[in-house]
């Protein structure tokens, strides 16, 4: 049987999520504690790719055959006896209680310390096993506590979204040892990553906090009972065997395809509204991909010009339809910026404006300052991505690349269905303008050193952005948000200044103060890293010097002499490269210097244009069948790296005037619209397959994926369970799953969108 394997899970995840909504710590809702009848999740690893396809389709093909399932019962798929005098698989979770885990004569301690306000406030939890749908499974462990009290236990709860339970119970327990023990039927889709877990916080009926007590566990074992009913887990997508763009081309585009095979040596250009060939080419020959292990030959169709609708056939596949046309990515960039829109904070986003995504004002009250009792307006701003965080690195980046844009490419549409449109100001600087007055609120007035971020103190549940009501922090002042913070507000006090030259002056003057607390520190310089009990996105960055030259640069550029004999200093202390990234950011200083050539500072010039150049020059080198600069190194939100790497390549071009950098940066462009080994089209909304269930709340509260997201993508690190449990083995550029729990693969943020508006708003 042949399934429409990833439209059918997104339904039934997301309506799970939907329809259970999420209970808060603190708030004793019965929704996160019901096994409910929600869905799981089934996008799997199997052993064996399947044959080759001749069509493309990224549908699940396996069938479920007996002898696929690979456990029998008796199976012990989870043993923990604490004979080693360790503390077992465990791994810890706090959400307001606390506690410390030791081995006690062959047993896990649990002293607790204190139980918070919710159930799981304690937290042990283990992954790294899978329950198949409709196997039945026998939990078992010894059980103690020196004061009678409840815990809960979970046979396997989803690891992500609401995360409810497949199998709980609430156990009462005491001194005496009680050997549990409890059969259950898997009756979810199959979970190839469930968690087990213990809750040992509060419990409805305590009265109050019991004080200090330790809970005893031993012999914990998960054993399959029965397979007979079971299903086999399903396996990864097939992916398309023949790539291009799926959104298209440019008629003058260059135009590449590329194909796993290494033996098919023409293709043909179909005009599907015709039927007719227009073109058949001829393969290059074939090389090894090694970020995804397959052999691959390239073709040219750049010949193919005319106006119109197209896909490309070849012996082993073909692609998906694509458009050759003008205007091709008018509306993927509008959506692209729509999105930013669509992430702000601490307004009222209405159901005219918003559609799917409205919502009340959010995060509006003040937060406090991390270690006092202080407390701040900082309202506004965007989310930063699937999660609610508001963090100053991650804006400078995408301010950057929007302000960027806007001057590269002249930007000036105003008619963007924003509030701002038709102010006269152009949508683009209109949207980048809502982060940087947030960003003006989270300058110390004291002391001109910049807030780190802004959240609570734990990742939201997957509610809406007004349902996460938890006090906010303001976490500590960083060098890294205060020297990012100094950059784009110099940049902005040059950019917005035709437009509001009051504004443009308190950019300045926020720059220039901000600047004063940097050199205040004397070098003293250190990274941010999360205060121990704070726990959202750090953006840690250790190398500030990169940070430090941007802000110089940027000061200077916008007439704040006073740098100037230092510049040469801080560039010296700069690594070498020219990166865009959120931690690595020296390409822009170095552009902005290198377009806008100041006058005094020549020497500069010349490190800049040779650093710069050098780096465009490796990146080309590297450059493989699909255009990929990252040799086998995809990181985290490795759509960004590759944006970037297009945004340099523009950069290049824009300096130089030579075509060629801008064909390749178009193919990075290319690779994130379809042209890649995986065959999606990694913006949320456009193309023939792009991802359905992102790691977004907003998105996974409404039931369906926001448009206009640039999602992360391949992620060869496997740095979420998920993504461990079904991706292992897989080669770098093939770590991705479509799936609501893989945050390091599935998740969207504003500066992976940031450099893809700048690729787009380059093709207008
Ligand atoms: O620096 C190393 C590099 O040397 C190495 O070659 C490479 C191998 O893959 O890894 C690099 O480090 C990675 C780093 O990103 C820089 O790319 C880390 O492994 C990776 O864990 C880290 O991921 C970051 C992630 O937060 C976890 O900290 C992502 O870049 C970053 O985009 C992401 O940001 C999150 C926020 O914290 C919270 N909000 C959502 C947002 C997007 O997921
Ligand atoms: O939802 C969080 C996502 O926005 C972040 O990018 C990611 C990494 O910092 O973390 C996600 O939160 C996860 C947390 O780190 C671990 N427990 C599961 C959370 C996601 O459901
Ligand atoms: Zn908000």
């Not at 050193?449 to 922090?473: C, I, N, R, W």
């Not at 560039?571 to 377009?595: H, M």
Request: aromatic share 10%.
């Amino acid at each position: 049987m042949r399934k429409k394997g990833m439209h059918r899970i997104l339904a039934l995840t997301l309506s799970g999520a939907m329809m259970l909504g999420m209970a808060g710590c603190g708030k004793k809702d019965e929704a996160t504690t019901t096994a409910a009848t929600t869905e799981a999740v089934t996008e799997v690893k199997t052993e064996a790719k399947t044959e080759a396809s001749t069509e493309p389709a990224t549908e699940a093909v396996t069938e479920a055959k007996k002898e696929d399932i690979n456990v029998k019962p008796g199976d012990v798929i989870v043993h923990m006896d604490f004979e080693d005098g360790g503390t077992g698989k465990f791994a810890e979770y706090r959400n307001g209680g606390d506690f410390e885990l030791s081995n006690e004569n062959n047993k896990l301690k649990i002293h607790i310390l204190r139980c918070g306000s919710c159930d799981y406030a304690n937290q042990i939890y283990y992954d790294g096993y899978q329950l198949l749908q409709g196997a039945e499974y026998t939990i078992s462990f010894d059980v103690s506590s020196s004061i009678e009290r409840t815990i809960q236990y979970r046979g396997g709860q989803i690891n992500g979204g609401d995360y409810h339970a497949y199998q709980e119970d609430n156990i009462k327990i005491g001194p005496e040892e009680q050997h549990i023990s409890a059969d259950f039927v898997m009756s979810e889709d199959s979970d190839p990553a469930p968690r087990m877990v213990f809750n040992m916080g509060i419990w409805e009926g305590m009265e109050g906090d019991p004080g200090e007590h330790d809970i005893y566990l031993d012999n914990i074992e998960l054993v399959v009972k029965d397979v007979t009913n079971a299903q086999v887990l399903e396996g990864l997508p097939e992916y398309p065997k023949v790539n291009v763009s799926q959104i298209g081309y440019l008629p003058s585009d260059e135009k590449k395809v590329v194909v796993k095979s290494q033996t098919t040596e023409t293709f043909q250009v179909i005009d599907t509204a015709s039927g007719k060939e227009v073109f058949t080419g001829t393969f290059g020959p074939f090389s090894f991909h090694s970020a995804s292990n397959d052999l691959v030959r390239v073709g040219d169709f750049t010949e193919v010009n005319t106006p119109g609708t197209y896909k490309i056939v070849t012996d082993v596949g073909e692609t998906y339809e694509f458009k050759i046309a003008e205007g091709v990515y008018d509306d993927v960039y509008a959506s692209a910026v729509r999105m930013l829109f669509l992430q702000r904070c601490g307004i009222n986003l209405s159901n005219a404006e918003a559609g799917d995504f409205a919502h009340p004002e959010c995060h509006t009250q003040e937060a406090i300052v991390y270690g006092t009792s202080e407390k701040k307006d900082v309202s506004g701003g965007w989310h930063d991505a699937g999660d609610y965080g508001r963090y100053v690195v991650a804006g400078a980046k995408t301010i950057q690349d929007l302000m960027l844009a806007y001057e590269d490419y002249g930007i000036k549409d105003d008619n963007m269905d924003i509030p701002e449109s038709g102010n006269g100001v152009p949508d683009i600087l209109d949207e980048a303008r809502y982060e940087l007055d947030w960003m003006l609120k989270m300058q110390d007035e004291k002391t001109g050193g910049v807030y780190h971020k802004v959240s609570g103190l734990v990742f939201p549940e997957a509610v809406s952005p007004d349902q996460e009501t938890a006090d906010m922090y303001l976490a500590p002042i960083s060098v890294t948000a205060t020297a990012d913070f100094v950059a784009v507000m110099a940049k902005a006090s040059q950019t917005y200044a035709p437009f509001d030259q009051d504004f443009a002056k308190k950019c300045y003057d926020a720059a220039v103060k901000a600047w004063g607390y940097i050199q205040s520190l004397n070098g003293n310089y250190e990274g941010y890293k999360n205060p121990d009990d704070i726990v959202t996105g750090e953006y840690p960055d250790n190398g500030i010097k990169d940070e430090i030259f941007w802000a110089a640069s940027e000061l200077y550029l916008a007439g704040y002499t006073d740098v100037k004999d230092q510049l040469k200093t801080y560039l010296d202390a700069v690594p070498i490269g020219a990166e865009l990234g959120w931690a690595d950011i020296s390409g822009y200083a170095y552009y902005d210097l290198l377009r806008q050539k100041p006058d005094g500072i020549g020497e500069v010039l010349d490190d800049v244009n040779k650093r710069f150049f050098n780096r465009v020059q490796q990146l080309e080198e590297r450059a493989d069948a699909y255009g990929m600069m990252l040799e086998t190194n995809y990181p985290w939100g490795s759509n960004m790296t590759i944006a970037n790497f297009g945004m340099l390549m523009k950069m290049a071009a824009n300096l130089t005037g030579d075509e060629n950098y801008t064909k390749m940066a178009k193919r990075q462009l290319d690779y994130v619209l379809g042209a890649n080994p995986l065959g999606y089209c990694f913006v949320t909304g456009y193309g023939s397959v792009s991802p359905q269930q992102p790691h977004h709340r907003p998105s996974q509260v409404a039931g369906k994926a926001m448009e206009g997201m640039l999602i992360g993508g391949a992620n060869g690190g496997l740095e979420d369970s998920y993504a461990k449990a079904v991706l292992y083995g897989q080669p770098p550029a093939l770590c991705y799953a479509d799936n609501v729990q893989s945050y390091s693969t599935n998740e969207s943020a504003i500066y992976w969108n940031s450099p893809l508006i700048y690729l787009l708003a380059a093709t207008k």
